[in-house]
């Protein structure tokens, strides 16, 4: 196992710190490329100082987070020094074209208790659509057509309260529309609404999907999308009298008319709203295994379906696994991924702050990569996908203190381009999600694609 380190984070993470107050769009080489990993660096991108007092930028709660636009240029959105929305239009050689700020700001309580959004979505109509905001309150939502990214002024735009009490809002192409799924409060569900183009907005009316039922709580993990076919997956928090974060899972429902129906993964009919105990697991993960609420799923161009978790191993130690379905909804493998040997506990009520990130995957005709942050390095765990009984490779990248930071990519460009494009930041967290007090800390993205 060959460790990438950037030698003392290369004086290439030096060079952010200095160029990230400046207009951003700086472009830094990269270190060098461990031979045995199919990843390749690109360049390193340093845009603005962004709010790192705490982990506004989980990965799981921002989807989009990257979005791809026409001209193949990318539009990034972070939280700034101050705690504004920031949306960098970033061109393919790193240079920031444009940047705009969306008012309001978020309440500092808000912003600083750890469970942050900002999600992005593009409609077929040419609008861009950003939502913003902290779990359970109201988030903040606004549309404007992408010919505003190309614009002089204004350098702000006025985002209006989405009346609608939500956690988690995450923005989906589905063949031809645009989804709005979210956890919907207090009930605690999964909804869904689709973007109206007559109305330029999403109908505050939206079908309930998952419900908890006798569980506390139902948590989503990231859809997989291939145009109409769409893959859930999900787990369930569960009532509990101690201090120990209890979930069970992994279920999955799947859909192949962009979801108007859907199937168990057995192929039996199912009528949502789903609630507690009214589906078998497809990979038994009880409480007792501790597994994390909200990871990822994709589909591969072989039609085969890669679902992540974490949970404990046979050791007693969390890992990020991986579970492979075939085209026909046969469990191929469940392999662990990650080589984690920090054994923890999921206990406390508030964002923990933990040895392994959310994974986030991404999937190409050749391989599987599964991203993630282990301790303080950024790790992409790379397979063959047509070997799936080889060890995993490592490329791993020492990027000094990052806290509780996760990683997340753009995946528009992933699907097109085949480039990953990794957003990194610092995330600090306190206890109970406080704030913890710091300077503010480059928002940077790491562009690495397939070399072999």
């Avoid at 990438?4 to 270190?31: E, K």
């Avoid at 989405?162 to 799924?181: E, H, I, K």
């Avoid at 949502?272 to 105990?277: E, I, K, S, Y």
């Avoid at 990683?407 to 600090?428: G, K, N, S």
């Amino acid at each position: 196992m060959l460790r990438q380190r950037a030698s003392a984070r290369l004086a290439t993470i030096g060079m952010l710190s200095l160029l990230a107050g400046c207009n951003g769009g700086d472009w830094a080489a990269p270190p060098a490329q461990p031979a045995v990993s199919p990843m390749a660096f690109d360049g390193i991108w340093s845009l603005g100082l962004a709010y790192a007092n705490s982990s506004v930028n989980v990965a799981t709660f921002r989807e989009q987070s990257i979005l791809r636009l026409p001209d193949s240029s990318n539009l990034v959105s972070y939280y700034d020094e101050n705690g504004d929305v920031r949306l960098d239009v970033v061109d393919t050689f790193g240079q920031i074209r444009r940047s705009l700020w969306i008012e309001p700001r978020l309440d500092s309580q808000l912003i600083g208790d750890g469970h942050c959004v900002i999600s992005l979505g593009r409609s077929r109509d040419g609008r861009i659509h950003v939502m913003y905001g902290a779990h359970a309150t109201m988030p903040f939502f606004v549309s404007f057509d992408e010919s505003v990214l190309q614009s002089i002024s204004p350098e702000r735009v006025q985002a209006m309260v989405w009346p609608r009490t939500v956690s988690y809002p995450q923005f989906y192409n589905v063949r031809d529309s645009l989804q709005l799924w979210f956890r919907a409060d207090p009930e605690s569900a999964v909804h869904r609404t689709t973007y109206d183009e007559s109305a330029r907005g999403f109908p505050l009316a939206s079908d309930a999907l998952l419900v908890p039922g006798d569980a506390d709580r139902v948590y989503m993990n990231q859809l997989a999308v291939a145009d109409g076919e769409v893959a859930l997956s999900w787990v369930y928090r569960l009532f509990s009298s101690d201090d120990l974060v209890r979930n069970e899972g992994l279920f999955l429902a799947r859909s192949e008319d962009a979801g108007v129906t859907w199937k168990g993964w057995n192929g039996a009919s199912i009528r949502f709203p789903v609630a507690h105990g009214a589906l078998p697991p497809v990979v038994p993960v009880p409480d007792s295994r501790q597994p994390l609420n909200q990871t990822a799923s994709t589909f591969g161009s072989d039609g085969r379906l890669y679902v992540t978790y974490y949970a404990q191993d046979a050791q007693g130690i969390h890992q990020i696994q991986l579970v492979i379905f075939d085209a026909f909804g046969n469990l191929q493998q469940n392999a662990v991924v990650s080589d984690n040997t920090v054994p923890f506990d999921l206990s406390g009520r508030g964002t923990l702050v933990l040895p392994l990130s959310r994974p986030q995957i991404a999937v190409s005709e050749r391989y599987v990569h599964i991203l993630y942050r282990q301790n303080e390095e950024l790790v992409i765990a790379s397979r063959a996908t047509d070997r799936l009984v080889d060890a995993w490779s490592y490329l791993r990248l020492d990027l000094g203190t990052l806290g509780v930071m996760e990683p997340t990519f753009a995946r528009d460009t992933w699907a097109v381009e085949r480039r990953l494009m990794i957003f990194v930041q610092e995330a600090r967290q306190g206890a109970l999600d406080t704030q913890a007090q710091g300077p503010p800390t480059p928002a940077t993205v790491y562009v690495l694609h397939e070399s072999n």
